[in-house]
């Protein structure tokens, strides 16, 4: 009986490693590779983490084949030491968490053919000042830059349907937003303590503003919703002590959840409505 176990568990370890060969370091970056499908995911070091510039190049060569790298995984740079990242036009997914705390990437410039990014990707990239967004891109997904302090600017593709709950939460040196123009819904959180964020445009697709989409917006003196906003969430707006002006375009009242205090916190009584 022992001899038969041992034969079938030689028979299949070929079976295992043409499906997928594992993990393997090439060019100094980390790679689930799968020789049978030609493609490649960047992964996160056996050890450590990765630092410097790093140029993520387009195709590998592992055991004779050519591979192209598609992917970044979860959490592949994570807690890195990395100044900037070079993305390959052949990369279509960025994984959940894949550049977390990395509180020394200054830059990331992602290229068109990215399709999703994953939650959280650069959450908490401390000293991220400039991040470019590919036109593919149809979501922007949880926390995908909460907590990047230095970040000063976003232009958020026409393409995109929904911003993400916590999605710029605690971005303080946010002063410019353009959004495009099939966003449905601002998530719950989505701006909070945004405080260099002075005005901001919501385009006519937006159909509902979760709770405390802008609250703690310090210098938030200018709002224009479009016409067609439906639902306003608690405490959108709590906090924005500095509005001015808060211009509707819609003939009727959006409803109110709760019928909460949406500015509570905000010197509304001395704003033009």
Do not use: H
Not at 192 to 213: K, M, R, Y
Not at 217 to 246: A, H, M
């Amino acid at each position: 009986m022992k001899k038969i176990f041992l034969f079938l568990f030689v028979v299949a370890l070929p079976l295992v490693a043409t499906a997928f060969n594992g993990k393997a370091k090439v060019g100094g970056i980390w790679y689930n590779i799968v020789t049978k499908a030609e493609r490649a995911e960047v992964t996160k070091p056996d050890v450590g983490s990765y630092s410097g510039v790093v140029r993520i190049p387009s195709t590998i060569v592992y055991e004779g084949v050519k591979c192209n790298v598609t992917s970044i995984g979860e959490t592949a740079f994570a807690w890195g030491s990395m100044t900037s990242v070079v993305i390959p036009n052949s990369v279509t997914k960025i994984g959940a968490l894949a550049f977390r705390w990395c509180k020394n990437l200054k830059s990331v410039t992602i290229p068109e053919s990215v399709e999703e990014i994953g939650n959280g990707a650069f959450d908490g990239c401390y000293a991220l000042t400039m991040a470019t967004l590919p036109k593919s891109l149809k979501a922007i997904e949880k926390s995908l830059f909460e907590g990047c302090y230095q970040l000063k600017s976003i232009v958020i593709p026409d393409n995109v349907t929904k911003i993400g709950w916590w999605a710029f939460k605690g971005c303080r040196s946010l002063k410019s937003v353009e959004m495009g123009d099939k966003i449905e819904v601002i998530g719950m959180e989505a701006f909070q303590e945004c405080e260099a964020l002075s005005e901001i445009t919501l385009p006519n697709s937006v159909i509902e503003i979760e709770s405390n989409a802008f609250s703690g917006c310090k210098r938030l003196s200018k709002i224009t919703l479009g016409r067609n906003v439906e639902k306003i969430g608690s405490s959108s707006f709590d906090g924005c002590g500095d509005l001015k002006d808060f211009y509707l375009t819609r003939a009727m009242l959006p409803d109110i959840v709760n019928n909460s205090e949406i500015f509570r916190g905000a010197e509304v009584e001395y704003a033009t409505l």
